[in-house]
């Protein structure tokens, strides 16, 4: 159904982070209107279990409680983490722990299903009534000193105060808008896959760093766990080629000292490239971007969505403590958000990339300094416990 009225704010993008934005806008009392595209048919039973696994910190976990989204996840689908146990690559067996109970908080993250949180936000969304869903796709943007109005492929145009970015990592509102910045290829892929333990994992987030490669297994509920390996390209489209029951008894070798054997329950794994990428800036006139279409980030600390996520509830705090005066779309306002973001972006930045560099370098002599700093940081509490508050969010 097309909206006959102007509306305050347009969101474009129907991933996770565009769902939320609209959802969160819409509850600031914001008309919004969604575009999305169709989504693609899903091979997934209702019971199988999704490879797209994230961990949400507390800054997301509180997010989504204030939408109340969080209230509607099936939890059985949930599992904690209360301790991260990361393992060098050297043969001094260096290793750096996290302990929620020695940081004095309920839990490091949450381990979510994508699935299940689009369940939760998708049933929101349809009875929300400041939200008008539509599945078009956008191909023209102009921009006024009172709107933006973006024209639809179906030759419909829609117009706003604001226009939100959050079409993903190649974001077509960040072009049109004149925002593209720096990207920078990791060469690897990151191969997801989720398997059985034969082992419990304790509520307990494992990662490997390997010869610049780096393999996590976070976990889910009844002995289950996800994996997220990143490795190099040509390794990994080895490693795709392979059955899962090959590929599980390729991961012992690290893995079962922990956790036992793997029995895998996904039919296939999945693979998608990683790449470092920042717009030039958050903001164009009339125009923000969240999520992914700001910034991409390595998988190594699972901070992405809750990167983006920080975007839509600073975005949308900011948005609705504006002066009566001033709309969504104002320049001062969106200058406001783009401040408020930009510390905790580029320190994110800065901390992933840093440690993908790091780990990505060869040599005995490397080697031996960083996993003796693995060593070093896991012997300062304090230390440990800023880590873990700045990852929160």
């Known amino acids: 159904m097309i909206p006959s009225q102007t ?34 048919p899903t091979a997934l039973s209702a019971d199988a279990w999704d490879s797209r696994i994230y961990s949400l910190s507390s800054s997301s976990q509180a997010l989504f409680e204030k939408m109340n989204v969080w209230q509607a996840l099936d939890s059985s689908r949930l599992n904690p ?26 839990q490091l993250a ?9 369940r939760a936000l998708d049933t929101a969304l349809r009875f929300s009534p400041q939200v008008h869903w539509l599945n078009a796709e956008v191909e023209g943007l102009s921009i006024t000193e009172e709107s933006a109005t973006l024209r639809l492929k179906n030759d419909i145009s829609l117009s706003a105060s604001l226009i939100v970015g959050a079409d993903g990592s190649q974001s077509w509102m960040r072009q ?21 333990a034969e082992r419990p994992h304790r509520d307990t987030a494992f990662q490997w760093f390997v010869d610049g490669e780096i393999i996590a297994l976070l976990p889910l509920p009844e002995q289950k766990v996800s994996l997220v390996w990143s490795a190099f390209d040509k390794h990994a489209q080895h490693l795709l080629g ?63 969505m809750n990167l983006g996520l920080r975007d839509v509830s600073v975005l949308a705090d900011i948005i609705s403590g504006r002066e009566s005066f001033r709309s969504p779309g104002d320049s001062v306002v969106l200058r406001r958000y783009e401040r408020a973001r930009r510390e905790d972006i580029d320190s994110i930045v800065l901390m992933t990339d ?7 370098l060869g040599g005995s002599l490397t080697k031996f300094i960083r996993n003796t700093g693995l060593n070093g940081i896991n012997a300062l509490p304090l230390l440990k416990r800023f880590l873990i508050g700045r990852a929160s969010g």
């Open 354 to 360: 840093g440690l993908q560099r790091i780990f990505a």
């Open 110 to 118: 949450w381990i979510v299903e994508l699935s299940n949180l689009e």
């Open 176 to 196: 049109a808008s004149g925002l593209d910045g720096s990207r920078r290829s990791y060469k690897q892929i990151g191969i997801v896959c989720n398997f059985l």
């Open 242 to 304: 392979m059955e899962p029951g090959v590929f599980a008894e390729h991961l012992a070798p690290w893995v079962a000292d922990e956790l036992g054997a793997l029995t895998p329950i996904s039919t296939k794994t999945q693979g998608f490239s990683l790449s470092l990428a920042q717009s030039k800036r958050l903001i164009a006139p009339r125009v923000a971007l969240v999520g992914d279409a700001a910034h991409t980030v390595h998988p190594l600390s699972g901070q992405g």
């Open 81 to 106: 983490v209360y301790d991260i146990r990361v393992f060098g690559d050297g043969d001094a067996h260096s290793e750096l722990h996290f302990s929620a109970y020695q940081a004095s908080v309920p």
């Open 7 to 40: 509306h305050e704010v347009i969101v474009v993008g129907g991933g996770l982070i565009g769902k939320a934005t609209a959802l969160r806008l819409s509850q600031a009392r914001l008309s919004v209107t969604l575009l999305t595209r169709p989504p693609p």
